[in-house]
């Protein structure tokens, strides 16, 4: 989970999760008989969240999730989407939220010491041949 503490005053941002698959899955792309589904949860506050997007090349392109549940302000939405690897390799899915006010969340590279955990919820995945 993220939070952020900026400019001397604390902001909740926004709070994606990647559930599943589980950090160091592993898939045999012989063995794929289906897309694996990749779902995970998203909460914007007061806010709420209007969109959720996933990433399977660490964060260089960005692809729309479904929301199949948005629970409304100050509740947990559910998200999902399906996806295919198309090789074999090792793969970085990183999720990024947007609020209800249109903010989408930063993926903030350099952090000082007493800036609080920012960023983007990552997991690492495995797809042999």
Same mark, same amino acid.
């Given at each position: 989970?993220?939070?952020?503490?900026?400019?001397?005053?604390?902001?909740?941002? *926004?709070?994606?999760? #990647?559930?599943?698959?589980?950090? &160091?899955?592993?898939? %045999? $792309?012989?063995?794929?008989?289906?897309?694996?589904?990749?779902?995970?949860?998203?909460?914007?506050?007061?806010?709420?969240?209007?969109?959720?997007?996933?990433?399977?090349?660490?964060?260089?392109?960005? *692809?729309?999730?479904? #929301?199949?549940?948005?629970?409304? &302000?100050?509740?947990? %939405? $559910?998200?999902?989407?399906?996806?295919?690897?198309?090789?074999?390799?090792?793969?970085?899915?990183?999720?990024?939220?947007?609020?209800?006010?249109?903010?989408?969340?930063?993926?903030?590279?350099?952090?000082?010491?007493?800036?609080?955990?920012?960023?983007?919820?990552?997991?690492?995945?495995?797809?042999?041949?």
């Amino acid at each position: 989970m993220a939070y952020a503490y900026r400019s001397g005053r604390r902001q909740r941002e *926004r709070i994606p999760r #990647i559930d599943v698959p589980e950090y &160091d899955s592993e898939f %045999s $792309l012989s063995e794929l008989g289906a897309p694996i589904e990749v779902k995970g949860i998203a909460y914007g506050g007061d806010r709420g969240i209007s969109r959720v997007e996933v990433s399977f090349d660490g964060g260089k392109s960005w *692809r729309d999730t479904e #929301i199949y549940y948005s629970g409304g &302000d100050l509740a947990w %939405s $559910l998200w999902k989407t399906p996806w295919t690897p198309a090789t074999a390799d090792d793969y970085t899915l990183v999720v990024r939220a947007t609020d209800g006010k249109g903010n989408t969340q930063e993926w903030y590279e350099e952090r000082g010491p007493f800036s609080g955990v920012a960023g983007l919820h990552q997991t690492v995945v495995h797809v042999r041949a």
